[in-house]
C-alpha cells in the first residue's frame, strides 16, 4: 500500500474527552477541512446539540467515524448516517449491550478492544455488532504490560471484522495517552501487522487539528515503509 493511500484512510479528529473541542471546530472550519473523525465520549446531549450546530457552520461532509456515548439516541445516530454519511460508529462493551444492541445501525457499530470494565468478556456479542475497533494505542500497552488482553486483541482482530481504529500516542513507558509530545510517541505502529488496521484509521488526540494534520503525513510514510518490508 503507498504511502498515499494509506493518508486516505487516517482522519484528525474534534475530541470532546480531555480535548477543548469548541478550539478544534474552529480550526476544522479555518482550515475548510471536508473530512474529519469526531469522540463524541464527554459530551452530553445539550452540548452535543451545540455540536451538531457548530458543525453545520464547516464544510465539513463526510464523518466517517463517530464515537458514541452512552446516551445518544437512535435519532442521532440516524443524522450521521444520513448527514454525513457515516460508515462506521464504535462504543465500549458494556455500552453496546445496554444500548446499542438493538440499534438499527448495529451493523456498523464496532465494540473497542479495552481493558477494565470495556473489557470485552462474551464473544457472542459480536452477533449483533459490525465487528471489533483495535485502538492501536490500546493494543500496545497490552503487549507491553497486559499479556491476557493483548492475547484478547489477537482473539478479535482474527476472529472478527477490524472495522476501524483509533490511535493515540505511547510514551515511553508503554501508557497509551491521548497527546503526542513528540513524533516518536507514535512509532510504536511500525511494529503492529498490518491486520490490525482498517479502512478508517482516527487519531484519538487532544493535540490541535494542525498537528494532527501533520502526524497524518507522518504516519502514511512510517505505515508505507513498514508495510513495504
Avoid at 39 to 52: D, H, M, Q, S
Avoid at 68 to 81: G, P
Avoid at 162 to 181: F, R
Amino acid at each position: 500500500m503507498t504511502e498515499a493511500e494509506i493518508l486516505k484512510r487516517i482522519y484528525p479528529s474534534v475530541v470532546t474527552y480531555a480535548g477543548d473541542w469548541r478550539k478544534m471546530m474552529a480550526e476544522v472550519r479555518n482550515l475548510g477541512l471536508k473530512e474529519i473523525s469526531l469522540f463524541l465520549t464527554a459530551a452530553g446531549y445539550l452540548e452535543r446539540k451545540e455540536i451538531y450546530q457548530s458543525l453545520s457552520q464547516t464544510k465539513v461532509k463526510k464523518i466517517y467515524h463517530v464515537h458514541l456515548r452512552q446516551d445518544m439516541r437512535e435519532s442521532e445516530i440516524n443524522f450521521f448516517v444520513n448527514q454525513y454519511g457515516t460508515k462506521v460508529f464504535t462504543t465500549h462493551y458494556q455500552y453496546f449491550l445496554k444500548y446499542f444492541k438493538n440499534s438499527k445501525h448495529r451493523a456498523k457499530i464496532f465494540i473497542e478492544n479495552n481493558n477494565g470494565k470495556a473489557r470485552i468478556k462474551n464473544f457472542k456479542i459480536f452477533e449483533n455488532a459490525g465487528g471489533v475497533c483495535i485502538d492501536l494505542s490500546h493494543l500496545e500497552y497490552f503487549r507491553r504490560r497486559c499479556p491476557k488482553d493483548y492475547k484478547l486483541s489477537q482473539q478479535l482482530a482474527t476472529q472478527y471484522k477490524v472495522g476501524c481504529n483509533h490511535l493515540s500516542a505511547v510514551l515511553p513507558n508503554g501508557l497509551s495517552w491521548h497527546a503526542v509530545k513528540k513524533l516518536s510517541d507514535l512509532d510504536y505502529v511500525k511494529n503492529i501487522p498490518q491486520f490490525y488496521f482498517s479502512s478508517y484509521i482516527n487519531l484519538e488526540l487532544v493535540n490541535s487539528i494542525a498537528q494532527q494534520l501533520r502526524f497524518k503525513k507522518y504516519l502514511a510514510k512510517i505505515l508505507a515503509q513498514a508495510w513495504k518490508k
